[in-house]
């Protein structure tokens, strides 16, 4: 870069500075004029200049034209933008693939990528309630009734 277009640099830069740094100015209104008002002094053409400036009040043609365009079917363009599924390729690549990962290797995949929420944790395994089982066998509750009463007692059944 040479000296020249440095030292011009910085003076645009520097008259910015100063109109940034001069405080806010008040705003000045911008004075509409009426397209009378901007015709020139000539006698000739002020029709034509009235209506250039005024402008068309009617609906305007419109100047787009469709000469040279191919008309393609919506069909064939909703096609077209529509992405190709990659799901059989996909499924093809992964069902071809020999090697295979261990159990334990994947459950830790899965444990770690189930998230910490606790709609994301697996359901604990409820454990069945366990029957209480007697310290004395059926024989021996038997010989402590012959001991005890001196003969076997029936149950109420």
């Given at each position: 870069m040479s000296a020249s277009m440095v030292r011009r640099g910085l003076e645009l830069l520097s008259e910015d500075l100063k109109v940034a740094n001069s405080g806010p100015k008040p705003k000045k209104r911008k004075v509409v004029k009426s397209a009378k008002d901007l015709i020139s002094s000539n006698k000739q053409g002020v029709r034509k200049q009235l209506k250039r400036l005024q402008g068309h009040r009617g609906s305007a043609k419109s100047k787009a034209t469709v000469k040279d365009k191919h008309v393609k079917s919506s069909i064939e363009e909703y096609r077209k933008k529509q992405t190709k599924s990659q799901l059989s390729s996909n499924l093809q690549y992964f069902l071809g693939t020999s090697s295979s990962t261990n159990q334990s290797t994947t459950q830790k995949i899965i444990n770690q990528n189930s998230g910490r929420q606790s709609r994301?944790?697996?359901?604990?395994?409820?454990?069945?309630?366990?029957?209480?089982?007697?310290?004395?066998?059926?024989?021996?509750?038997?010989?402590?009734q012959k001991e005890y009463f001196g003969q076997i007692v029936e149950g109420k059944n």
């Open positions: 994301f944790q697996p359901d604990q395994p409820v454990d069945k309630p366990t029957e209480e089982k007697s310290f004395f066998t059926e024989d021996q509750f038997l010989e402590f």
